[in-house]
């Protein structure tokens, strides 16, 4: 007798079966926002329509919105214009940093929002790098970067975020940044989300528009992991748990998914998170606006394929119009 299966999913409960263990909820996404210097900002991204950089007046207001809507978790990034950047990035952690001054006004406004800081140099040294620079010959002082980075986490946990998320990728950053949050007394009260696996990719373009953070010579392929490193990647997730590690990152998503089931199966407790990013937005969203796809369900089978390849957690700029939709369907 031949196999059928359309007595599997006539009904809605029995597809909803069919699919278990890819539930999109609220619970299932973290906001990636960009925090600017001027509070009342609100500045449209050419590259990522829909998506703002935002001062903390109007991040607030926009954040309440979303936060009726049962947000969880948001994600910021510092970005300057008026601040200096320089050769160690001192405006990471200066008190004048966006993401340092709005982090007080978010825990107060939002008691129940989980905070997650990026936590990185490229924003803000003049050449756009992740990490320090030798003087002799621009490579990569790792030495030096893990410190420097590790002193960043530390000003964010000291001025109230959750989560930190170093998206680096220097080598041992964090053992460096454990080390330092447990010197300092935050061991039980600030988590550690890792970029374990975050490649060099193309799909970064828009984000270095929106972050202002674009490289002012040559590449990140010298830290970030080639596309193809499969065995790579299974080394880096490793490095990361051993060093202490709470969560790990597989980013970018669309293009990387065996790699996401690669660290769902070698980390199966540890809570992942996969990073649709900039790029893969921006490809929906034009797609969508040039008549090619329908934005909603394009989406929405993104968030099931991040679901099934084994995230718990997807950090996506579409989350206002997925909470949205799940909004509307209670
Ligand atoms: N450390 C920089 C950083 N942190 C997050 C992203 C990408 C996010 C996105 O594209 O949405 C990048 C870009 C890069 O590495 O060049
Ligand atoms: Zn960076
Ligand atoms: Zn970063």
């Known amino acids: 007798?031949?196999?059928?299966?359309?007595?599997?999913?006539?009904?809605?409960?029995?597809?909803?079966?069919?699919?278990?263990?890819?539930?999109?909820?609220?619970?299932?996404?973290?906001?990636?926002?960009?925090?600017?210097?001027?509070?009342?900002?609100?500045?449209?991204?050419?590259?990522?329509?829909?998506?703002?950089?935002?001062g903390s007046k109007s991040l607030i207001k926009a954040l309440e919105l979303l936060v009726a809507k049962g947000l969880q978790a948001v994600l910021l990034?510092?970005?300057?214009?008026?601040?200096?950047k320089n050769?160690?990035?001192?405006?990471?952690?200066?008190?004048?940093?966006?993401?340092?001054?709005?982090?007080?006004?978010?825990?107060?406004?939002?008691?129940?929002?989980l905070i997650a800081c990026d936590v990185c140099l490229c924003p803000y040294t003049d050449h756009g790098h992740c990490g320090i620079l030798e003087s002799s010959d621009g490579t990569i002082n790792n030495d030096a970067s893990i410190a420097r980075l590790a002193e960043i986490a530390l000003a964010y946990a000291?001025?109230?975020?959750?989560?930190?998320?170093?998206?680096?990728m220097m080598d041992n950053r964090i053992a460096a940044i454990k080390?330092?949050?447990?010197?300092?007394?935050?061991?039980?009260?600030?988590?550690?989300l890792s970029y374990a696996v975050k490649f060099a990719s193309g799909f970064y373009g828009p984000f270095r528009d929106a972050a202002k953070s674009a490289p002012a010579f040559g590449d990140r392929s010298c830290y970030q992991l080639p596309s193809g490193a499969r065995g790579l990647a299974a080394q880096a997730a490793a490095r990361d748990v051993a060093e202490g590690a709470d969560m790990l990152m597989v980013k970018p998503g669309l293009a990387y998914l065996d790699i996401l089931r690669d660290v769902r199966n070698n980390?199966?407790?540890?809570?992942?998170?996969?990073?649709?990013?900039?790029?893969?937005?921006?490809?929906?969203?034009?797609?969508?606006?040039n008549g090619a796809l329908d934005l909603h369900r394009a989406v929405f089978e993104t968030m099931k394929s991040f679901r099934r390849a084994g995230a718990d957690v997807i950090i996506t700029y579409y989350t206002p119009l997925i909470l949205e939709e799940l909004s509307k369907r209670l």
């Open 87 to 113: 050769s160690t990035g001192t405006s990471a952690d200066s008190i004048d940093n966006p993401v340092i001054r709005l982090l007080p006004m978010l825990r107060a406004k939002f008691p129940e929002l």
């Open 158 to 168: 000291k001025a109230g975020a959750h989560i930190v998320a170093p998206s680096d």
């Open 179 to 192: 080390g330092i949050l447990k010197r300092e007394g935050f061991q039980e009260t600030v988590a550690l």
């Open 267 to 289: 980390y199966p407790n540890h809570p992942l998170f996969v990073y649709q990013v900039s790029g893969e937005y921006a490809m929906i969203h034009w797609a969508a606006a």
């Open 77 to 84: 990034f510092g970005v300057i214009d008026q601040l200096p």
């Open 1 to 54: 007798m031949s196999k059928q299966l359309h007595s599997a999913i006539f009904h809605p409960t029995l597809r909803q079966w069919a699919e278990s263990g890819t539930e999109i909820t609220p619970k299932n996404l973290m906001y990636p926002v960009f925090v600017v210097e001027n509070d009342e900002a609100k500045e449209e991204i050419p590259s990522m329509p829909g998506v703002c950089r935002y």
